[in-house]
């Protein structure tokens, strides 16, 4: 932890993570093991991090937020937990937003609040979620459409409109058949 992070009493740290500069994560918020919190994180409360996940500088992970193990979340990416916020609101309620497991998002794309952002699936930069992404699919643009799909590797297999039946990048194939090792 680093000297400036803010870690309530309460809130749930795996070990190995690491919490940087002017990071806070709040009293009932989860954060699995061997992540990363870049500078300026917010982890709310009741949020769910899992495993092995980096989160850069200048996120935040409001309540109602679940991400699963191996999820990468770029730079002043931007959750939502409200689909109609009003500053003279007394009562609101939380909408739920579930990342699986090895998702990426990447630099400034905005989750809207509701949606199930799939395994391996992959939104690029900027983009603005307004519904579900599939397993292993590429999102971009405003509001986000599939542009292609990809391995688990983040390599694009394919930039048609249909799923393809095999989601593996070339070298991952070469590797399961014998031909080649993965590096």
């Known amino acids: 932890m680093h000297a400036t992070a803010v ?3 309460g809130a749930r740290i795996g070990t190995g993570t ?3 500069h002017h990071a806070h994560v709040r009293a009932g918020a989860t954060v699995g093991s061997d992540c990363v919190l870049g500078k300026n994180v917010f982890i709310d409360a009741s949020a769910v991090v899992g495993d092995r996940c980096k ?7 409001y309540n109602g937020v679940t991400l699963g193990s191996d999820v990468f979340v770029g730079p002043g990416a931007a959750f939502t937990n409200d689909l109609r916020p009003r500053a003279s609101a007394s009562e609101w309620s939380v909408t739920p937003t579930a990342v699986r497991d090895g998702a990426s998002i990447g630099a400034n794309a905005t989750i809207v609040c509701g949606n199930v952002l799939g395994r391996f699936s992959m939104v690029a930069a900027g ?6 992404v599939d397993a292993h699919q590429l999102v971009a ?16 297999v394919s930039r048609d ?7 593996r990048c070339t070298e991952h194939r070469a590797a399961s058949s014998g031909e080649g090792a993965v590096t």
């Open 7 to 9: 870690v309530e009493d």
């Open 127 to 132: 983009a603005v979620v307004t519904r579900d």
């Open 18 to 20: 690491r919490v940087w």
């Open 161 to 167: 409109p249909a799923r393809p039946a095999d989601l």
């Open 55 to 61: 989160i850069q500088n200048n996120v935040s992970v």
């Open 141 to 156: 643009g405003n509001p986000a459409r599939p542009v292609g799909w990809v391995c688990g590797c983040g390599e694009v």
